[in-house]
T-cell receptor, first 117, second 115 residues
Framework: DTGVSQNPRHKITKRGQNVTFRCDPI?????LYWYRQTLGQGPEFLTY????????KSRLLSDRFSAERPKGSFSTLEIQRTEQGDSAMYLC???????????????FGEGSRLTVL | GENVEQHPSTLSVQEGDSAVIKCTYSDSASNYFPWYKQELGKGPQLIIDIRSNVGEKKDQRIAVTLNKTAKHFSLHITETQPEDSAVYFC??????????????FGTGTQLKVEL
């Protein structure tokens, strides 16, 4: 399967613990995105990378959140000192860079569901 | 920033009927409008998209229309089938705050196709 892969699929943790999610994008895609989705809502943009450069971060991404894409391939999203409000589905997506004709398609993974007790 | 509103939040149709979902956006500079289908426990999957230089696009039973003046776009599904049951999201990007493929999503429509 050559789609976007996310691990772990589910994570249950206690408040105050740190968690890390991994995303492996489609191999030829140079853009990688993290979104957060809560129940009954659409995905909300968190951050995106072009190759290894983090080009934009949402104000939703507090200081407890950090994302990396060290070699321009896989990415990790770490949440430190988790809070109950962090409980959500964390979605990763990848795409090729958009052209002058417009934006390219985003391909989403199946997400990592975080439950903070 | 961009704001996308989506209606209705739930939609129930009989198999074979048509379904229409409507979205409005706020940033007149947005130029890309995709629609995603999300099944339970899965990530969103693109089903159709439209760019601001066209007013309508069709793909088999699915069509999308765009009215740039009114800043709204709609998804039309004809001859609905039970497998069309899912949550559908509209999105917009490319505007003043939407560079780099950053999509702003609507709140979703739960479509149920009844036998």
């Amino acid at each position: 399967d050559t789609g976007v892969s996310q691990n772990p699929r589910h994570k249950i943790t206690k408040r105050g613990q740190n968690v890390t999610f991994r995303c492996d994008p489609i191999s030829e895609h140079n853009r990688l995105y993290w979104y957060r989705q809560t129940l009954g809502q659409g995905p909300e943009f968190l951050t995106y990378f072009q190759n290894e450069a983090q080009l934009e971060k949402s104000r939703l991404l507090s200081d407890r959140f950090s994302a990396e894409r060290p070699k321009g391939s896989f990415s990790t999203l770490e949440i430190q000192r988790t809070e109950q409000g962090d409980s959500a589905m964390y979605l990763c997506a990848s795409s090729v860079r958009g052209t002058a004709a417009g934006t390219g398609e985003l391909f989403f993974g199946e997400g990592s569901r975080l439950t903070v007790l | 920033g961009e704001n996308v509103e989506q209606h209705p939040s739930t939609l129930s149709v009989q198999e074979g009927d048509s379904a229409v979902i409507k979205c409005t956006y706020s940033d007149s500079a947005s130029n890309y409008f995709p629609w995603y289908k999300q099944e339970l426990g899965k990530g969103p999957q693109l089903i159709i998209d439209i760019r601001s230089n066209v007013g309508e696009k069709k793909d088999q039973r699915i069509a999308v229309t765009l009215n740039k003046t009114a800043k709204h776009f709609s998804l039309h599904i004809t001859e609905t089938q039970p497998e069309d049951s899912a949550v559908y999201f509209c999105a917009a990007s490319g505007g003043l705050t939407g560079g780099g493929n950053k999509l702003t999503f609507g709140t979703g429509t739960q479509l149920k196709v009844e036998l």
